[in-house]
Nanobody, 119 residues
Framework: VQLVESGGGSVQAGGSLRLSCTVS????????IGWFRQAPGKEREGVAT???????DYADSVRGRFTISQDNAKNPVYLQMNSLKPEDTAMYYC???????????????WGQGTQVTVS
């Protein structure tokens, strides 16, 4: 599958952004879609993942502020980010894998990323 992220930008602390991940290619399999981020000089970390049955998984650092959603398999997967903090500044990537879903698993397909900067 191919993934394309959009929606990044610059925002002040306390603001909101919504990222989109458009999935194309072989969508005959219900993929797990996850959002990850990497800040300069830091390791990549999992942010949120949407499961195939509506269950979601979030990193502790974003739980309660970020929401992952997908209306159906043909729509983009969204990451709604509220109450943004400067420490949320990073390149955000979406990724796909076959089930099982969850942040602890390795993801096979990756997008190019979209930059989020919080000041």
């Amino acid at each position: 599958v191919q993934l394309v992220e959009s929606g990044g930008g610059s925002v002040q602390a306390g603001g909101s952004l919504r990222l989109s991940c458009t999935v194309s290619g072989d969508t005959s399999v219900k993929h797990c879609i996850g959002w990850f981020r990497q800040a300069p000089g830091k390791e990549r970390e999992g942010v949120a993942t949407a499961g195939t049955y509506g269950n979601s998984d979030y990193a502790d650092s974003v739980r309660g502020r970020f929401t992952i959603s997908q209306d159906n398999a043909k729509n983009p997967v969204y990451l709604q980010m509220n109450s943004l903090k400067p420490e949320d500044t990073a390149m955000y990537y979406c990724a796909a894998r076959n089930p099982p879903c969850g942040l602890r698993f390795a993801y096979a397909s990756w997008g190019q990323g979209t930059q989020v900067t919080v000041s």
